[in-house]
């Protein structure tokens, strides 16, 4: 087995192909949107989700059959349609252009993988299995969600913020650090007393 190598993609403005436009394509689809990338999807057919992000303007969606030359100047490249053989060569294409490549459901045709995700706003928590068993993933995505509640998503602001102002300050980097890790070590419960400073 390869090792994966973890990190968060900036994809803000990055040109993304999804070839593909139904259920399993939305989702995908839909955290391209979310991480701002500019999203380009080929199908035939679209679901009602996908016509309406096309009708609005937030994507671009061309209702044909793929081709290889839809992976020109593309960054990164999901398949995630029902044909094995459009599939197929939506990799083979991916690879011989050095173009990251996601076959949904199919492991072994995959550059990258969809991690479980548990987001509380700026907060994000990525869970892989490699593609080994994504329901283990799912399990303990939902054990994190009760973990880590939506309390988290206004508190890693507070965070920032704080953060954010004591670089702003001339101040000794060995005390800016403990400070910043005592401030992470607080409960969530407390953020509104992190935004004035005050001990929890």
């Known amino acids: 087995m390869t090792n994966l190598f973890p990190m968060f993609l900036k994809l803000e403005g990055w040109p993304c192909l999804v070839v593909g436009a139904g259920t399993v394509a939305e989702g995908k689809i839909g955290s391209l949107l979310l991480a701002g990338a500019t999203v380009r999807v080929v199908a035939p057919q679209a679901n009602v989700a996908v016509q309406e992000w096309a009708r609005t303007g937030v994507m671009r969606w061309e209702s044909r059959e793929f081709c290889l030359l839809d992976l020109d100047g593309v960054f990164l490249v999901i398949a995630a349609t029902s044909s094995n053989e459009v599939n197929g ?104 007393l992190i935004s004035k400073g005050e001990p929890s």
Do not use: M
């Open 89 to 192: 060569s939506v990799f083979r294409e991916a690879q011989r252009r050095n173009v990251l490549c996601n076959v949904v459901d199919d492991p072994e045709h995959c550059d990258f993988y969809y991690p479980a995700v548990v987001r509380r706003g700026q907060l994000q928590i990525a869970i892989s299995t490699a593609g080994e068993s994504p329901a283990l993933a799912q399990k303990l995505r939902r054990e994190l969600e009760s973990q880590y509640g939506p309390e988290y998503e206004g508190w890693v602001e507070q965070l920032g913020k704080r953060r954010r102002e004591l670089f702003a300050r001339d101040i000794n980097p060995e005390e800016r650090h403990r400070q910043l890790h005592e401030l992470a070590s607080q409960r969530p419960v407390a953020a509104e």
